[in-house]
């Protein structure tokens, strides 16, 4: 049975993983010493695993970029003159059959056939019916955004991941320094009561001037 993600999504999914493991293993997370770090390597991870295995999440996004920019009533505005210009012609025959006398309640006036460019929208069409322009050009733009969209989660995802690690690192510097400066306090403090007790033992030296 064949899997239903393409040979980059599998080896990226792989990457993830042995990243997440050697992270769990390397600042051992079950000791629950970073766990704001930890909280947001895990959603890095995520957001990660999102871009690579559900592309319909970021093509619904950039369906719905497209929508809320002028694109579509631009691309509609297109249509509505691309099917005014491909109806001219046939107004123009028709205004000189008139002309001559043709007019169309006459019986030998022949009759003309207007061709449309192809998928344009006629003047008379729908609200609903989708234009040439917006069919052939809104699917590359939508997928195009799509595609941004999801390039630049990866890129975020990515630098938060590298940000997690990195603070995980500096919390357990931070952790040993402050232990190594516990452990030079205390030999501080182990050396320097000894030589403070020393004068006390004996009654010193005897005075030279006494004698």
């Known amino acids: ?24 293993l390397v600042f051992r997370v079950w000791s629950g010493r ?25 093509d619904t996004a950039g369906a719905r970029i497209v929508e809320w920019s002028p694109l579509p009533e631009a691309l509609d505005a297109a249509d509505a003159r691309t099917a005014e210009l491909a109806a001219l012609p046939g107004r123009l025959i028709e205004g000189a059959l008139e002309r001559l006398g043709f007019g169309p309640d006459t019986e030998d006036a022949p009759e003309v056939d207007v061709e449309e460019a192809p998928g344009s929208a006629s003047p008379d069409a729908p609200d609903g019916e989708t234009g040439w322009l917006a069919a052939q050009i809104r699917p590359s733009v939508e997928g195009l955004v799509a595609l941004l969209v999801r390039v630049a989660t990866a890129a975020m995802a990515t630098l938060v991941l590298l940000l997690a690690i990195l603070l995980r690192i500096v919390t357990g510097l931070a952790r040993r320094l402050r232990r190594i400066g516990e452990r030079l306090e205390g030999l501080e403090a182990s050396t320097s009561s000894p030589a403070e007790a020393a004068p006390g033992r004996g009654d010193g030296p005897p005075d030279l001037a006494r004698v």
Not at 34 to 58: N, Q
């Open 1 to 24: 049975m064949s899997s239903p993600l393409s040979l980059w999504q599998e080896f990226a999914l792989v990457g993830l993983a042995v990243v997440s493991f050697f992270y769990a």
């Open 34 to 58: 970073g766990i704001g770090a930890d909280g947001v390597f895990a959603l890095a991870i995520a957001a990660l695993v999102t871009v690579v295995t559900v592309p319909s999440v970021f």
